[in-house]
């Protein structure tokens, strides 16, 4: 994780380093669940050009004032982003890979949407 400038404590780094498909991240607030999210999804869309990923929160609200603020940072720390296309709230990245992030919400149709997207990668912070 070091080339996307970030240092796991212990727990973030036994999330990451887990060889589950599917991993869980879970903690009070404060834990660093929202750090390892976006940095496993970066790691994710670095390591294998032309990935895409969704990283979520319950509203699109609440992620511009949390989840998005990391991210960002991450992604501009970082060099990879080529454009940042926000009303369609999707980064894509120099080496082909595309990151779109919103709110999951209660919308059954937006969920059978998401469904439908061909993701390498998926996260809900």
């Known amino acids: 994780m070091n080339d996307i400038l970030y ?9 990451h380093g887990a ?8 903690g009070a607030m404060g834990g660093g669940k929202t750090f390892a999210l976006c940095a496993e999804g970066l790691a994710l869309s670095k ?3 032309g990935n895409r990923g969704y990283l979520c929160r319950h509203t699109l609200t609440s992620f511009k004032k949390t989840t998005l603020l990391v991210l960002d940072d991450m992604l501009q ?3 990879c982003i080529v454009k940042h296309h926000q009303s369609d709230h999707i ?4 080496n082909g890979s595309t990151i779109f992030y919103g709110g999951l ?4 149709n937006a969920i059978e949407r998401l469904k439908s997207m061909e ?5 809900i912070a």
């Open 7 to 15: 240092t796991a404590t212990e727990r973030q780094g036994e999330f």
């Open 19 to 26: 060889p589950e498909m599917f991993k869980l991240f879970g």
């Open 47 to 49: 390591n294998f050009p």
């Open 77 to 79: 720390r970082s060099n």
């Open 91 to 94: 980064y894509s990245l120099r």
């Open 105 to 108: 919400g209660d919308d059954t």
């Open 119 to 123: 993701l390498g990668w998926f996260t």
